[in-house]
């Protein structure tokens, strides 16, 4: 193992692979600090083109987006009190109010040290949590996978939103679609209704594109007015102190507090970066020695809200690489990456790519500083972007759009599937489907149906295994008891 | 709107449409290869044969005098990749690194819109692996003819984790049924690393594996696992002990496959341009060091044999179907 992981850090130890990095985090923050354009929706376009990386290089090139994005979004919320970004609803109460005061320029760099360090702790804690895992690699054999999947299918429930029908009707749908290709078994062809592009299944590129990116446009151009015609006072640098090592250091405690809770939360599937934010937020509040400040201009507001954000990060990946249960939107788009890639997220992941993910996770943490320095040098820049007009950048979204469903697999069939979900996307976003349970039930289905057929193959047809057989027996337990959870007691909010 | 953010969306516009229109040149009368050569690929990135054709890419231009592209066409078990192929221009720039599941098998079973031996030229053999049959050693039985003999005693008892449905791993278990006249319970895996890594955690009973791949010639000296035959003519030099798949009464001689096709009609003096390069890749440091951490080796065919051979195997594909009823569904 030890000799494993020296290979991954010479293979991430090249300045190709720590360039795509840079690369990806100042795409990220670039479109975090843009209003409108969500980190999920980035990565959903630009997943096809991690494709023409080698797997150390596009799967870093896609981390370093998700990371990049998160602390992007705090730019606009601090800037003209609008989070660039959901998870940054939160870095808005403190941070504006600072940049009303004229000290934009010390609040953002309070957000840059808090996400930075928010997310080197998730990422320490995602290597130390992946590992042990390896270990269990060939203990699962298809009865223990189905297991997984149906406790992976019950984490659908916490990520319902408002409305549990609704939620549910979203998961069935995603049931539906995962359906659609050749049986796993017999190879015989279901729901492709003669159409050639549907013969392999529905592609994760173009229906992710669709639901996250096309339709999300589409929902910006019914608007018609863009957000901000002038640009206001507070979008200016000009002048700022910078932020002083007292005002650091009094934040100390609530950035390790906020990256404890930021990983905690991000690691449970079907949470998210919002929800960490607030609970981070709260938390921060409850401790503060002057709890009247914040909602103020609080130093320590937008420290709590940073560093949870960011902390979910890698947290986020907990699930994702060692369960293969993504837990949540962007959790689904990275798992993509890395399935399209040829690394099948799960616990023979590592066993399978041991030095490629070593790699990965090197490049994971190289990716923190270099975060810190484009946030040092390129402040201005992103501060200048904040105010860019949405009739120049829908255009060159809805190119990435339809460039990269067509290059997934050079096939213009996936550039009317990817048009096709667009439109089926934006119908449920109007009648607040949420769109998390439609991914996650897609890409668990094809799986645990798979698991399913093989195992009662090997017991034919006997469905006790999946009870005497104590992995599968742990999981369904548990999936059980989440499912009772979360009909005693409803979340009442959502994750993004 | 102001006017000067229109004229910045037009100008990006512009721009854009310019790079596009660039990279369209005209097609000169010049020598082949006048630009970089796709090689295309029907099946999953990471793969065997995605590996294969970025190791040969890798080194390409050195002998190609042009770079090598690797494009991924996955899709619908490999329809969109070769019908991609069969459209192609036929100058030797568009090429695939074909899969005998896409030639040998898939027009057999299904109706893929393309004649195998019509439709393509047979061009360059790359690597070629023997498959085996694989399990582990703390079964009861520890060669194939106690394995027979518990299979005979115990019917659809036993099972076997392939590759998918219809790989070579489907059609040797197939053959191995028929031809020694007993029954397993196949179990169909997304490519042969799962089923592979079922196997070793002894979730199935026997698998499909490759002499070089997974570590499977260490586990074997070190007694982690069995090999219950290989399906070569000759018994495998690193495997001395492996009765091959027709000393075991099986006739079953196929092997997994790499190799460069490309659209009918391409000049000969084109082929001939390739199979030079390509045979010239083939003993070249880098490529064979390259193939050497995937646990291959290069196996050059080309020429008429290479169509014989992929022929042949597609015949021999088509009888073991035919035999156990499986016939192309229009």
Known sequence: MIDQILEGIS?????????MVAVGIFAGITVGAIPG???????????????????TMGIPFLLGIHKGSLFGGSIPAILINTPGTPPAAATCLDGYPLAQKGEAKSAIQMSLYSSTLGDTFSDLALILAAIPIAALALKFGPTEFFGLLVMGLTVISSVTGTSVPKGVISALLGLLIGAVGLDAITGA????????????????VPLLIGLFAISEVMIQVEKKISILSQKPATANLKGGRSLTMGEFKKSRRTILRSAIIGTIVGAIPGTGASIATFIGYGAAKRASKNPEEFGHGSYEGVAAAESANSAVAGADLIPTLTLGIPGGGTAAILMGAFIAQGLRPGPSLFEENGPTMYAIFTLLLI??????????????????????????????????????????????????LALVSGAFGYVLRKLNFPLAPLVIAYIITPMAERSFKQAMLLSDGDYSVFFTKPISLFFIILAAIILVLSVWKQPKVSAE | MSEIRWRYACAIVLSVSLLLMGTITADAAKKFPWKPIRILVALGAGGGHDLNARAAASV?????GQPMIVQLVPGAGGKIGMGILKKAKADGHTLMMASSSHTSVAPHVRNMGYEPFNDFEYIFQFTKADYMMAA????????????????KKNPGKLSFGSSGIYGVGHLMLLKVM???????????????GPAYRSGLGGHID?????PATGGTLGRYRRGQIQILGIASKKRNKMFPKVPTWRENGVDFLLASKRFVIGPKGIPQENIDFLVKGFNKITKDKTYKKLLKKMGDKPSPLFGPALKADIRAESAAYGKILKSVGITKKK
């Not at chain 1, 929706?41 to 797997?55: G, I, N």
């Not at chain 2, 026997?206 to 490759?210: I, S, V």
């Open chain 2, 60 to 64: 390409a231009y050195d002998y190609l």
């Open chain 1, 367 to 416: 990716g923190n500083p270099i975060m810190l320095l484009q946030g040092w040098l390129l402040t201005p820049f992103f501060a200048s972007i904040v105010t860019i007009r949405q009739a120049l950048l829908i255009p060159c979204i809805i190119l990435f759009c339809v460039v990269g469903s067509y290059i997934f697999h050079n096939n213009l069939g996936d550039v009317e």
């Open chain 2, 136 to 151: 582990m050693a703390s079964q009861p039985w520890k060669n194939f003819k106690q394995f027979k003999a518990f299979a």
């Open chain 1, 37 to 55: 354009l969500s980190g999920v929706m980035a990565t959903a376009v630009l997943v096809p083109f991690s494709f023409f990386m080698a797997p």
């Open chain 1, 11 to 19: 293979i991430a130890l090249t300045w190709q692979a720590i360039s």
């Open chain 2, 178 to 192: 028929a031809d020694a006249g007993i029954k397993l319970k196949h179990i169909p895996f997304k490519g042969g």
């Open chain 2, 206 to 210: 026997t698998f499909g594996a490759l």
């Open chain 1, 189 to 204: 062809e279901r729901f492709t209704f003669g159409f050639d592009t549907l013969q392999g299944g529905i592609g994760l």
